[in-house]
C-alpha cells in the first residue's frame, strides 16, 4: 500500500509472514507519519491497533486495505 493512502481509522490487513510475527491480522490506524522506534530506528508508516496488548509500527508497504463485507439481503445494522 502507498503511504498517501493511509488514514486514520481505516482498517488495514498486515502482509502474511511479517517479521512482527502478527502477519494477516487486521487492525484500525491510530496514526500516520514516521515513527521513531525504541530500538533507534524510524519506520514511515502507521500504527496498527489489532486488539491486543500494544500497538504495532508497521511500514506502508507492509499493509493492505481491507473492505467490510456487505450484509446479506434482509440483514441490517444498528446500534444498541
Do not use: N
Not at 13 to 33: F, K
Not at 55 to 79: H, N
Request: aromatic share 4%; charged share 20%.
Amino acid at each position: 500500500m502507498k503511504y498517501e493512502d493511509l488514514t486514520t481509522g481505516m482498517l488495514v490487513r498486515i502482509a502474511p509472514g511479517h517479521q512482527s510475527g502478527y502477519g494477516g491480522r487486521v487492525g484500525h490506524v491510530i496514526r500516520v507519519g514516521t515513527i521513531e522506534l525504541l530500538s533507534g530506528g524510524t519506520i514511515t508508516g502507521a500504527l496498527v491497533d489489532i486488539g491486543e496488548g500494544g500497538l504495532l509500527a508497521v511500514k506502508a508497504e507492509d499493509l493492505e486495505p481491507v473492505e467490510l463485507d456487505p450484509l446479506q439481503p434482509g440483514w441490517a445494522e444498528f446500534e444498541v
